[in-house]
């Protein structure tokens, strides 16, 4: 069964740069046809895409946050990771990350369970 | 960039049917994919590529999609089933989720 889970801090400063990582554990991350992504939830919120990643390495981000994100893959590690730079209070959220299935299914098929982060001085 | 509209909230009254609309341009001819929170949970995918269930989503789950609206029907509903409801599609490479909707079971 395929597993993920989110790890980082859960408070940063603002203007930092938020920094978490999410490992995949009972399947390879270099699978073909499978993207992995980040989604954040701020409390009481509705749910906002933030990019994802291919194995080897190809990115889509939200074009709204593009100028402060990077996603980033670590195959051997079967890990992958985000980086939101200049960070303010409206990126306090929980922040998801998820695997986009093949074309076949297409939809984000497996999910962590989140992590809280908390933009604060 | 490409907008879904989901209504904020739907009551359903226990054993009947609920229907939960997405609303964006020329939806029908995208996929939609819909996805249940409940409360302190992660998403769960419960319908793919408009009205497709996972393994272990029941029947009563099922999904529409036609013209410039989605759906997501429940039937039967149950206590359980009470959640917060979004659809999401991929346009050119990028996720867009609606708003969610919050189905309350009374």
């Known amino acids: 069964q395929l597993q993920l889970q989110e790890s980082g801090p859960g408070l940063v400063k603002p203007s930092e740069t938020l920094s978490l990582t999410c490992t995949v554990s009972g399947g390879s991350i270099s699978s073909s046809g499978y993207y992995w992504g980040w989604i954040r939830q701020p409390p009481g919120k509705g749910l906002e895409w933030i990019g994802n990643?291919?194995?080897?390495?190809?990115?889509y981000y939200n074009p709204s946050l593009k100028s402060r994100v990077t996603i980033s893959v670590d195959t051997p590690k079967n890990q992958f990771s985000l980086k939101l730079k200049s960070v303010t209070a409206a990126d306090t959220a929980i922040y998801y990350c998820?695997?986009?299935?093949?074309?076949?299914?297409?939809?984000?098929?497996?999910w962590g369970q989140g992590a809280l982060v908390t933009v604060s001085s | 960039s490409y907008e879904l509209t989901q209504p904020l909230s739907v009551s359903v009254a226990l054993g009947q049917t609920a229907r939960i609309t997405c609303r964006g341009n020329n939806i029908g001819k995208k996929n939609v994919h819909w996805y249940q929170q409940k409360a302190g949970q992660a998403p769960l995918l419960v319908i793919y590529r408009d009205i497709n269930r996972p393994s272990g989503i029941p029947e009563r789950i099922s999904g529409s999609n036609s013209g410039n609206t989605a759906a997501l029907t429940i039937s039967r509903a149950q206590a359980g089933d009470e959640a917060d409801y979004y659809c999401?599609?991929?346009?050119?490479?990028?996720?867009?989720f609606g708003g969610g909707t919050k189905l309350t079971v009374l």
């Open positions: 998820a695997r986009r299935g093949t074309m076949a299914v297409a939809g984000l098929d497996y």
């Open positions: 990643i291919y194995y080897s390495g190809s990115t």
């Open positions: 999401q599609v991929w346009d050119s490479s990028t996720a867009v």
